[in-house]
């Protein structure tokens, strides 16, 4: 983009806003705009002149709830949610983004509480549903499937019908009814490819330019970690392959802050001119010494709005960032890498079994996802070879047989001395956003390591693709 066009199109947003100043979507695009400039604050303030104008505005409260939200200020968010609902007390929509966000906070009996409500209030919502099947340890009942059979019967598509698929495999699991919890969790699968697509070769077409690129002789030219700079740690793996219950532990030490899942390296190596999936790897390796360093200090740079600490550790916990391994090494000497596995069976059908956003691409049948996990080996292996002790890999089923055991191993290979405040990681008060929010609030225990049994009658395509 040439030098000013931001401004200039800053300079269109906020003149939209000051000709219609009850628009709505002439607020979403300034709001959206500010935010993806890492200016949050000023989208925030934006809103409050709207409500301070117009106090009984309840779009604005709902966009500025939506704004913390995204922000990852869940608390600030919750107030703006509780004015909201007070305001709006009929609206199914407003109760539904205020459970979310009191699931994030670890406030599961009110998020519940509020699921509920949206239901009362739109029965048929299957992002309400969804949010219930969500808390992983709550249980639907008979009245429950009922329930959603009759709102799957009036369904008109999208991604609210691909969430009630979803939550209709958990009800029915809690059931035991097997076949008909896999066939509903198939079909939101189905669906959702429609709206979400992924390509398999795509992922495939990277994993070889990462061994083309990334070679030992490359990797050992890599900068040396500059004392003192910022340390990212990144948690990298499957989906549902234990990365949260891993940052979560770490969370819990006093020099490690956790951001969550970030975007940025992705946002980086799309950056870098060539959009399709492996041009990104190709190109960086023709980049130089200087280039590299700029690229790591841009990640840095962009990653500062989420950090509140001066902890000399952070964490960026986004599982994709597995194909980033080499471009990490080079951009971020300083940085470490844990790469977390979970048995290929289980790990595999609970990514079956989950649903990601739409800005998330992932496979949508268990052979594509056998293939995905394989690529995914394949690719940290080639780098952890290429480089060795850069990336540290922990087995999600060793830690559930040995936690204390597993944790101090994994401290002393990030550096770190022992803290008996991770082996309490469940008593962790922060923000958690992924699916497994509520399951990294309890202590470590063997509940979900062998739930795919259940289903192993038709996971042939995963036990295939071991062959």
């Known amino acids: 983009m040439a030098n000013g066009a931001p401004n200039l199109r800053e300079q269109r947003l906020r003149r939209a806003v000051e000709e219609e100043p009850a628009s709505v979507q002439a607020h979403v695009d300034l709001c959206t705009f500010l935010c993806d400039a890492g200016r949050g604050d000023d989208a925030v303030a934006l809103l409050d002149d709207v409500l301070e104008r ?3 505005a309840p779009w604005a409260l709902s966009l500025k709830a939506g704004v913390l939200d995204a922000e990852r200020r869940a608390e600030e968010a919750l107030v703006v949610h509780e004015a909201l609902i007070a305001r709006a007390p009929q609206a199914a929509v ?55 059979e009759r709102a799957l019967s009036r369904a008109r598509g999208g991604l609210g019908t691909v969430q009630l698929h979803f939550a209709m495999g958990k009800a029915y699991a809690d059931q035991d009814r097997f076949e008909a919890s896999f066939r509903h969790y198939a079909k939101a699968n189905d669906l959702r490819s429609g709206l979400v697509p992924y390509d398999a070769d ?63 390296l992705n946002e980086i190596a799309a950056g870098l001119g060539d959009t399709s999936p492996a041009g990104w790897a190709s190109l960086v390796g023709t980049l130089g010494a200087d280039e590299l360093r700029e690229l790591g200090d841009r990640y840095l740079e962009s990653v500062r709005r989420y950090r509140h600490s001066d902890r000399p550790f952070f964490t960026d916990k986004m599982p994709a960032n597995w194909q980033y391994a080499g471009l990490i090494r080079f951009i971020l000497p300083q940085a470490k890498i844990i790469d977390v596995r979970r048995h290929r069976l ?25 293939r995905y996990y394989d690529d995914y080996v394949d690719a940290v292996d080639h780098v952890d070879m290429a480089s060795p002790g850069f990336i540290h890999k ?50 470590i225990n063997r509940d979900g390591l062998e739930r795919w049994r259940s289903y192993e009658i038709w996971l042939d395509p995963l036990k295939n693709a071991q062959a």
């Open 346 to 370: 289980a790990c595999c059908f609970s990514a079956f079994t989950t649903y990601f956003n739409s800005r998330t691409p992932m496979p949508a049948n268990l052979a594509d996802l056998a």
């Open 54 to 56: 117009t106090p009984d």
């Open 94 to 148: 407003p109760w539904l983004n205020y459970g979310h966000t009191l699931k994030t906070v670890g406030r599961p009996a009110d998020a519940i509480a509020a699921y509920r409500r949206a239901l009362a209030l739109d029965p048929d919502n299957g992002f309400a549903w969804h949010g219930l099947a969500s808390l992983r340890t709550y249980r639907f009942g008979l009245d429950d499937v009922m329930a959603m």
């Open 202 to 264: 795509a992922t495939s077409d990277l994993v070889r330019a990462i061994r083309a690129v990334f070679t030992p002789g490359r990797l050992a030219r890599a900068a040396t970690p500059v004392r003192g700079a910022p340390a990212p740690i990144f948690i990298v793996g499957m989906p549902r392959s234990g990365s949260t219950l891993i940052e979560q532990i770490l969370a819990s030490h006093p020099l490690v802050e956790a951001l969550g899942e970030r975007h940025e």
């Open 394 to 443: 922990v087995c999600y089923e060793d830690l559930i047989d040995d936690v204390e055991g597993e944790v101090r191993h994994l401290l002393a290979r990030l550096d770190l001395p022992f803290d008996s405040g991770c082996l309490r990681f469940h008593e962790n008060p922060r923000a958690v956003y992924t699916p497994s929010a509520q399951q990294v609030r309890q202590p």
